[in-house]
Nanobody, 124 residues
């Protein structure tokens, strides 16, 4: 079965850092775009970042550009999101999702298969 499992969320102070992990099973990341999304209460789901399975294509939402870095470890079939300089407005449930692609360009706004989410709270 195709499965995505997020981990690494938690409580952090403003300015702090977290690294989220998205572990994939049942498929290999090659041929997929893996995206990180977040949703805060009362707000629309937002595409945060994406990476192609090859690692050759990345995109970031303007709100996180320069602070977040997405990466992939193909040997572990895992995608990471390093989040630095965290702000209270980054507080949300973070999800990873996989989307089939046929070109080596990741898709920031789409997902076909979703993980269960991990809570990130940025607060003093």
């Amino acid at each position: 079965q195709l499965q995505l499992v997020e981990s690494g969320g938690g409580l952090v102070q403003p300015g702090g850092s977290l690294r989220l992990s998205c572990a994939a099973s049942g498929f290999t990341l090659d041929g997929y775009s893996i995206g990180w999304f977040r949703q805060a209460p009362g707000k629309e789901r937002e595409g945060v970042s994406c990476i192609s399975g090859s690692g050759g294509s990345t995109k970031y939402a303007d709100s996180v550009k320069g602070r977040f870095t997405i990466s992939i470890d193909n040997a572990k079939n895992t995608v990471y999101l390093q989040m630095n300089s965290l702000k209270p407005e980054d507080t949300a449930i973070y999800y990873c999702a996989a989307y089939r692609i046929f070109f080596n360009i990741c898709v920031l706004s789409k997902g076909n298969y979703w993980g269960q989410g991990t809570q990130v709270t940025v607060s003093s």
